[in-house]
């Protein structure tokens, strides 16, 4: 409170941290232009998640009117994803928008050749819904039919916090490995990354999306939805 004069610009990143905070900075930083950096929208998630997808005038819950509330009354919002952009501006004309993809530092490329790669990965941490219903749809509706195909094949599940009930129903070829320190000795070892989302806006907590960038650099192809923005 005592420095908010001193502020040029404040920063509020993912929506519930903007609800929270935003009346705070407008009012101890008067002067301060504030930038909303969403990472993920809920309301496109969220409703993604339950099949739909939102109208420019459809009746929002509460936390993605304040959310969108929020994109109103900052300075400039950032999203990552064109698609982002697009439903914003067709649902709210005149909004204050940049487009900044997520950046990464890529890893050098591996040294392991090809053929010396084996196996199935998907990478994600799993206190994000997508990540889980995605898993989850992978072993119940591809991961069968791949496995009679190709019996040696695993396929390794790779991120944090995962649910018992996943790590229960994690069938014949599977291996759990939850957190793993080195992703690029993951990547070096890899055939494939799969990133089977059928739900989300654009990122995701260290995100497949994020993943596929990091894997297609390191050296195992990725496959994606094309729900996954560029």
């Known amino acids: 409170?005592?420095?908010?004069?001193?502020?040029?610009?404040?920063?509020?990143?993912r929506a519930p941290a903007a609800i929270r905070h935003l009346p705070a900075v407008?009012?101890?930083?008067?002067?301060?232009?504030?930038?909303?950096?969403?990472?993920?929208?809920?309301?496109l998630r969220e409703s993604r998640q339950a099949g739909t997808v939102p109208a420019p005038d459809a009746c929002w819950n509460p936390l993605h009117r304040a959310e969108l509330e929020c994109i109103r009354g900052a300075d400039k919002t950032i999203v990552i994803s064109e698609a982002e952009r697009h439903w914003l501006e067709s649902a709210i004309p005149g909004l204050q928008l940049a487009l900044v993809p997520l950046v990464r530092d890529l890893p050098a490329p591996s040294r392991v050749g090809f053929e010396d790669h084996a196996g199935i990965a998907f990478i994600g941490n799993f206190p994000h819904p997508?990540?889980?219903d995605a898993v989850r749809?992978?072993?119940?509706?591809?991961w069968p039919g791949s496995h009679r195909?190709?019996?040696?094949?695993?396929?390794?599940?790779?991120?944090?916090?995962?649910?018992?009930?996943?790590?229960?129903?994690?069938?014949?070829?599977?291996?759990?490995?939850?957190?793993?320190?080195?992703?690029?000795?993951?990547f070096d070892a890899l055939r494939l990354t799969v990133a089977?989302?059928?739900?989300?806006?654009a990122g995701g907590r260290v995100s497949p999306?994020?993943?596929?960038?990091?894997?297609?650099?390191?050296?195992?192809p990725a496959s994606v939805p094309a729900l996954l923005p560029a």
């Not at 999306?209 to 195992?220: D, K, L």
């Open 1 to 13: 409170r005592s420095q908010g004069s001193t502020y040029a610009v404040g920063m509020l990143f």
């Open 26 to 43: 407008r009012r101890h930083c008067p002067q301060a232009k504030v930038v909303f950096s969403t990472i993920d929208l809920h309301l």
């Open 130 to 132: 997508p990540n889980v």
């Open 137 to 142: 749809y992978f072993l119940d509706e591809i």
């Open 149 to 186: 195909a190709l019996p040696e094949t695993v396929f390794y599940i790779v991120g944090c916090y995962l649910p018992g009930a996943l790590i229960i129903s994690a069938d014949e070829g599977v291996v759990v490995l939850g957190y793993v320190e080195d992703l690029d000795a993951v």
């Open 196 to 201: 089977p989302l059928r739900n989300g806006a």
């Open 209 to 220: 999306r994020r993943g596929a960038v990091r894997a297609a650099r390191r050296g195992p």
